[in-house]
Each structure stands twice: as structure tokens, then as C-alpha cells.
């Protein structure tokens, strides 16, 4: 019987013969070992980070957006609507004849367009013309006996998931009026006005919407209460995106391709300063709005006729007010006749019978930044490392303006506000659909998952169903789909190492073999002198395990190797990106790439089975085989 002391003897023999096979043995296996060893580390460090950075927004939580449907298709070729739209402008075409009969004024019908029209000229193919009056007045009767899906049916939907809390968003929208931003606080008041695709890239207020949000929704987005001004305290509350902030306070925004610290250096810069941000902005509405485009354009006409002696003047000028005082036009020039004048009360008296607004309504409004939150991706590459990090993990309000409901309703000219921000919706989008949002939250991703693959509505030419009424998706952040990643990457480990392991036993059995293969004459003296099969394999089975101690040490010390050096090199522009894309003021988190994962220890234990199965199939072999046939072939 061969002693423990005499196999160790033997098998670290064994081990030191034939080194340039055995170091190639233990370099391949261990690289193959060490990358899978070095992707458990990053991988650990990654969603480790990724857990930190989601405690400070909306990634730890699981809300589900629930939307309805635009039906504007399927209502504009409604037979029955159009008729009823046909019978309004019919009543209204003879209302106004008779109330321009009455106040002596000239009525044009044909002024009024139809609310039916056919594109092609046939009158089997017709469709509602809602941006006309009477087309709104039907499409808003009709909703009011088809009501949208409110907050009772995704109550009733979300109930078998049992959701934790409910929340609704309210987009606050001027109407027919226009809320346009006074840069450094004054008003464009000339007639190189920008056209709308600049002025919606420049204007924050045109670009997202104004957004009343419950507390519990943008308080993660919040500066710390020591960082808010108190020189405004009648502003309206907001919580914008960095660039949007960048603007408010007017600082130049960096260019691609900075380093990572001074992307960090601006972030802090913002959260430091945006406490003091304040936007002005100017609303009209569209009788003020008249007024001043004349004002704007009678000015240009007079200066471009000012050497023109048949130019006549008219005979009612409006000037422009104080750029910054949003105010209303002034009366430069009036020298209308009393038939004039009169014929003007009467067209007012006229318009405001049937609805028309005729008094200019402006007013000047300041808000204020309380709150930060990362940029969308606005279009930026899915492919690229920050979009790929963004559309994953990011988490923001989706592309508003949030306002806390809180706060909101606290300031001393609330009723002012509501009364702005109330108006009658006139766009498309806001008749066909609720300008509210509704949210449910759950306890956890797989809830929310199941609520989500369930119960979301298919859209169809005719809408939803009474059962899935809403189209259900995540909101805030992707952490629903960030644990579907982390539960895919475990599957993905897991034969990522089969795999590694299968070739890792191709190779070590070539080994093991050939070494077991040269060491018969060996083998069989060891018979001989009386060394029994357990003997043998007592030997073996140590070399085995020798040879893979060494390549899981390997494969350990160059997986250390790799995910440290990742981590040294990506760490600064990874805590960057993270703090662009998840937001919150806690600046000192660090995305870091290496963390200490307990899968590695089965790796390891992975690299020393293989080894003893890469032995099994050669030791069978050689311990049948003939001792005396052995020593006669060598």
C-alpha cells in the first residue's frame, strides 16, 4: 500500500515532467476559467452599483403606466358623429344669420368652414374636420357618453395583482392660449421670430409638457430642501432635466466626448446651483397673441412705407408693450369713426354670443427648479454604451416638466395658476384621449410583469377591450425588466460555465491521458512490487487534483487580474454615465465593475471536478490493462 506522503511524492513527480504540456494545460484551461471567473466579479460589481444608484430614483420600485387609446381615427369616420357635427353647423350657419340680422353686421357663412369634408370629392369617403368648432362640440359629446377608461377601471383590472398604491398625473395645458419662454426675461417682440422647429428645440415649455405629479412620484427627483431659493415663492415649482436646467441657468452645454470628470464636475455644478434657477415665461391667449402679431407686423409695414406718401396708416394701431413685462398691447393709434367703432362693439358682441373669445388675457409666470432628473435619450444611438446603459437602468419622469402636486397647490396664487392651466383642451391628442395618466405600483418585478403580459391591451383599429382596457408599461425606470436581465444572466453563467467546462474536460483529458499513457511501464512495476488499483488511482487522483488546483488558481489570480483592471479603467466614466442616467443628488456613489461574487468559489469547485473527470476515462484504461503485457511493450 502506497503511503499519503509516497502519492504526494509521486504526483507532484508526475507533475513537474512534461512541464510545457502541463503549462499549456493549465494557461488554456485557466484562461477559459479566468474570463468566466473575471465576469462574475464585473458582473457582481455592476448590479451591485446598479442596486445603489436605484435606491435614489425610481429603479428599486416597480410602477406599471397605464394609457388609454386614441380613437381619432375610428371617430372621424363615424357616420353618425359627422351627421351630428353636419347638424350643429347647420344650426350654427342659421343662429349667426340671425344674430348678424339682428345686430346689423355682415355675416359670411362660407367664413365658418364645414365640419365634414371628402378628400377625394366622394361622398363615401368623408371624415370629421375637428380643428372646426362644431366638429370639437360633437367629438366632445360623444366622448361624454363614451367616456375613456378612468382610474375605478384600472382599479377593477389591477385588483387580482394586488398593487400596493394607485397615482394619476394631470397635464396641465393653456388651451387655446400659448406659454412661451421669456429668454433673459424679456419677450421676442420683433419679426424675426423663430420658426417652430427652432423655437420647439430652444423653448423647454414648448418642448415638454407642464406635468402636475404626486409626491410620491417626484420626490425621489427633489434637491435637498438647504439647496432651494426662497426668493420666489409664488413660482411654480419644477422639476426639470439636466440640459433643461443647463439652460434655465444658462450655462453652456459640454460637448461630446469630455472626460468623465468633468461630466461628474458639471452634475455637482447643477445640483449646486439649480436650487436658484428661475424661468420666466409668458402667457396669451390667442386674442392677445392677435394683437401683437399686428402690433409686430403694422410697425414693419409702416417703416418699410415710410417714404410711400399713398401709404395710408390704419386707422386702429396696436404697440407693443415693455418686453418684459408680458403686458398687453397698447392702443398706439385710434381714429376710427363712430361707425367704425360701432360696427367693432357689435363683431365682439356677436363673437362672444357664440363662444369666441374676445378679450386679451396675459399674464406673466415664473417658475422655479426644485428638482433635477437625467435626459432622456432624445434619439441618442441604442447601440452606444450610454444608450444601452440609459434605455436599461435609466430612471426619469418620460420627457416632462414635472410639477409636485404638493407644492402646487400650496402657492398663495394657486386659483390663478388653475384658472391658466384649465382651460378647455383644443388639440387633437386632448380630445380623443384623458389628460390624465394613471399608475399602479406593485411589491415586486414578477407582479408587475405578469400584470403588464396579462392584462395590457392589444390596440386595434376600434380600441381596447371593456376586460384590458389601458396599454400597460413600465414607468420610471426599466427595473422590471433589470431583474428579467439579472435572472437571464445567471441562465447565461450558468452554461457560459458548462460550456467552459466541456472544453476544460476535452483538454484535460488529452492530458491526463497522454501522462497516463507514458507512465504505464510505470504503472506496471508499481503492480509488480505490489501496489494494488486503489494504489494507483489514489496517485492519479492526486496529480488530477494538483493539476487543477493549479489552473483554478490561475484562473483566480487572472480573473482578479482582468475585473480589476476593468474597474480601474471604466469605473470614472461608468459613475459618470450613471449619474446622467439614474439622477439624485447623492453624488458620492461609485460605479464600480468588481464586486466579491460567491458563484466564483463554484467555479473553482467546477475546475477541480473537471479534473477528476478528465482522469476517469484514462486511469479505467491503464488500471485494466495487463501489467506484464505493459512491461513487455515498453
Same mark, same amino acid.
Given at each position: 500500500m502506497i503511503h499519503l506522503g509516497d502519492a504526494i511524492i509521486l504526483a507532484t513527480t508526475k507533475l513537474r515532467t512534461r512541464r510545457i504540456r502541463t503549462g499549456?494545460?493549465?494557461?488554456? %484551461?485557466?484562461?477559459?476559467?479566468?474570463?468566466?471567473?473575471?465576469?462574475?466579479?464585473?458582473?457582481?460589481?455592476?448590479?451591485?452599483?446598479? %442596486?445603489?444608484?436605484?435606491?435614489?430614483?425610481?429603479?428599486?420600485?416597480?410602477?406599471?403606466?397605464?394609457?388609454?387609446?386614441?380613437?381619432?381615427g375610428v371617430i372621424t369616420q363615424d357616420k353618425d358623429l359627422q351627421a351630428r357635427a353636419q347638424e350643429l353647423y347647420t344650426q350654427q350657419v342659421a343662429d349667426k344669420k340671425a344674430a348678424a340680422k339682428k345686430l346689423g353686421i355682415t355675416y359670411d357663412a362660407t367664413a365658418d368652414r364645414p365640419p365634414v369634408i371628402s378628400p377625394d370629392g366622394k361622398a363615401t369617403n368623408t371624415f370629421l374636420d375637428i380643428s372646426t368648432p362644431v366638429a370639437l362640440q360633437a367629438v366632445r359629446e360623444y366622448m361624454q357618453?363614451?367616456? #375613456?377608461?378612468?382610474?375605478?377601471?384600472?382599479?377593477?383590472?389591477?385588483?387580482?395583482?394586488?398593487?400596493?398604491?394607485?397615482?394619476?398625473?394631470?397635464?396641465?395645458?393653456t388651451g387655446d392660449g400659448t406659454l412661451v419662454t421669456m429668454n433673459n426675461g424679456v419677450e421676442n417682440l420683433?419679426?424675426?421670430?423663430?420658426?417652430?422647429?427652432?423655437?420647439?428645440?430652444? @423653448?423647454?415649455?414648448?418642448? /415638454?409638457?407642464? #406635468?402636475?405629479?404626486?409626491?410620491?412620484? %417626484?420626490?425621489?427627483?427633489?434637491?435637498?430642501?438647504?439647496?432651494?431659493?426662497?426668493?420666489?415663492?409664488?413660482?411654480?415649482?419644477?422639476?426639470?432635466?439636466?440640459?433643461? =436646467?443647463?439652460?434655465?441657468?444658462g450655462m453652456t452645454p459640454l460637448s461630446k466626448g469630455v472626460p468623465a470628470a468633468q461630466k461628474l464636475e458639471r452634475i455637482r455644478t447643477l445640483y449646486r446651483k439649480a436650487g436658484s434657477g428661475v424661468l420666466a415665461a409668458c402667457y396669451?391667449?390667442?386674442?392677445?397673441?392677435?394683437? +401683437?402679431?399686428?402690433?409686430?407686423?403694422?410697425?414693419?409695414?409702416?417703416?418699410?412705407?415710410?417714404?410711400?406718401?399713398?401709404?395710408?396708416?390704419?386707422?386702429?394701431? /396696436?404697440?407693443?408693450?415693455?418686453?418684459?413685462?408680458?403686458?398687453?398691447?397698447?392702443?398706439?393709434?385710434?381714429?376710427?369713426?363712430?361707425?367704425?367703432? *360701432?360696427?367693432?362693439?357689435?363683431?365682439?358682441?356677436?363673437?362672444?354670443q357664440f363662444n369666441t373669445v374676445t378679450e386679451p388675457d396675459q399674464?406673466?409666470?415664473?417658475?422655479? +427648479?426644485?428638482?433635477?432628473?437625467?435626459?432622456?435619450?432624445?434619439?441618442?444611438?441604442? *447601440?452606444?454604451?450610454?444608450?444601452?446603459?440609459?434605455?436599461?437602468?435609466?430612471?426619469?419622469?418620460?420627457?416632462?416638466?414635472?410639477?409636485?402636486? @404638493?407644492?402646487?397647490?400650496?402657492?398663495?396664487?394657486?386659483a390663478r395658476y388653475k384658472a391658466v392651466f384649465n382651460s378647455t383642451p383644443t388639440s387633437v391628442m386632448a380630445i380623443f384621449s384623458s389628460t390624465s395618466t394613471y399608475y399602479?405600483?406593485?411589491?415586486?418585478?414578477?407582479?408587475?410583469?405578469?400584470?403588464? @403580459?396579462?392584462?395590457?391591451?392589444?390596440?386595434?383599429?376600434?380600441?381596447?377591450?371593456?376586460?384590458?382596457?389601458?396599454?400597460?408599461?413600465?414607468?420610471?425606470?426599466?427595473?422590471?425588466?433589470?431583474?428579467?436581465?439579472?435572472?437571464?444572466?445567471?441562465? =447565461?453563467?450558468?452554461?457560459?460555465?458548462?460550456? &467552459?467546462?466541456?472544453?476544460?474536460?476535452?483538454?484535460?483529458?488529452?492530458?491526463?491521458?497522454?501522462?497516463i499513457a507514458d507512465s504505464r511501464r510505470e504503472t506496471a512495476v508499481f503492480r509488480a512490487v505490489g501496489a494494488?488499483?486503489?494504489?494507483?488511482?489514489?496517485? /492519479?487522483?492526486?496529480?488530477?487534483?494538483?493539476?487543477?488546483?493549479? &489552473?483554478?488558481?490561475?484562473?483566480?489570480?487572472?480573473?482578479?487580474?482582468?475585473?480589476?483592471l476593468a474597474d480601474w479603467k471604466f469605473w470614472q466614466t461608468a459613475t459618470a454615465q450613471a449619474q446622467l442616467v439614474f439622477g439624485g443628488s447623492n453624488l458620492s456613489l461609485q460605479f464600480r465593475f468588481f464586486g466579491i461574487n460567491t458563484a466564483v468559489g463554484w467555479v473553482l469547485l467546477a475546475t477541480l471536478g473537471t479534473g477528476l473527470i478528465s482522469m476517469i476515462l484514462p486511469l479505467l484504461r491503464n488500471i485494466r490493462r495487463s501489467p506484464i503485457k505493459d512491461m513487455r511493450d515498453e
Open positions: 499549456i494545460t493549465v494557461v488554456v %484551461s485557466g484562461l477559459l476559467f479566468g474570463c468566466l471567473v473575471a465576469t462574475l466579479f464585473m458582473a457582481k460589481g455592476a448590479f451591485d452599483s446598479i %442596486s445603489k444608484f436605484n435606491a435614489i430614483g425610481l429603479g428599486s420600485r416597480y410602477i406599471v403606466q397605464a394609457q388609454t387609446v386614441p380613437l381619432t357618453a363614451h367616456p #375613456q377608461p378612468g382610474m375605478g377601471d384600472l382599479k377593477r383590472t389591477a385588483a387580482p395583482y394586488h398593487p400596493k398604491n394607485f397615482y394619476t398625473t394631470e397635464t396641465l395645458s420683433t419679426t424675426n421670430q423663430p420658426d417652430l422647429g427652432t423655437q420647439y428645440q430652444q @423653448d423647454i415649455l414648448m418642448k /415638454y409638457p407642464l #406635468q402636475l405629479t404626486p409626491t410620491a412620484i %417626484s420626490r425621489p427627483f427633489m434637491l435637498p430642501a438647504t439647496s432651494l431659493s426662497s426668493d420666489h415663492p409664488d413660482a411654480i415649482p419644477i422639476i426639470v432635466t439636466y440640459s433643461a =436646467a443647463e439652460k434655465v441657468l396669451r391667449n390667442t386674442v392677445s397673441t392677435d394683437q +401683437i402679431q399686428t402690433a409686430i407686423t403694422t410697425a414693419a409695414d409702416i417703416a418699410k412705407n415710410k417714404d410711400n406718401k399713398d401709404y395710408q396708416k390704419p386707422s386702429l394701431i /396696436y404697440g407693443l408693450p415693455a418686453a418684459d413685462s408680458c403686458g398687453p398691447a397698447t392702443i398706439a393709434r385710434d381714429v376710427r369713426t363712430t361707425d367704425e367703432k *360701432s360696427q367693432a362693439a357689435k363683431q365682439k358682441q356677436f363673437d362672444a399674464q406673466k409666470i415664473e417658475f422655479r +427648479i426644485v428638482g433635477l432628473m437625467p435626459d432622456t435619450q432624445d434619439g441618442a444611438p441604442s *447601440s452606444s454604451a450610454s444608450g444601452i446603459l440609459q434605455g436599461l437602468v435609466g430612471s426619469s419622469l418620460a420627457g416632462v416638466i414635472a410639477v409636485p402636486e @404638493d407644492m402646487y397647490n400650496a402657492l398663495p396664487s394657486a399602479a405600483e406593485f411589491a415586486n418585478d414578477t407582479t408587475a410583469r405578469a400584470f403588464i @403580459d396579462n392584462a395590457s391591451c392589444n390596440p386595434s383599429p376600434s380600441g381596447c377591450s371593456k376586460a384590458k382596457p389601458f396599454m400597460l408599461n413600465a414607468f420610471g425606470s426599466n427595473s422590471i425588466a433589470l431583474q428579467d436581465l439579472q435572472r437571464k444572466f445567471r441562465r =447565461a453563467a450558468l452554461l457560459g460555465a458548462g460550456a &467552459i467546462v466541456f472544453i476544460a474536460v476535452a483538454i484535460m483529458t488529452g492530458t491526463v491521458g497522454r501522462m494494488g488499483r486503489f494504489d494507483i488511482t489514489f496517485v /492519479y487522483t492526486l496529480y488530477a487534483i494538483m493539476l487543477s488546483v493549479c &489552473i483554478a488558481v490561475f484562473a483566480l489570480g487572472l480573473g482578479l487580474l482582468l475585473a480589476r
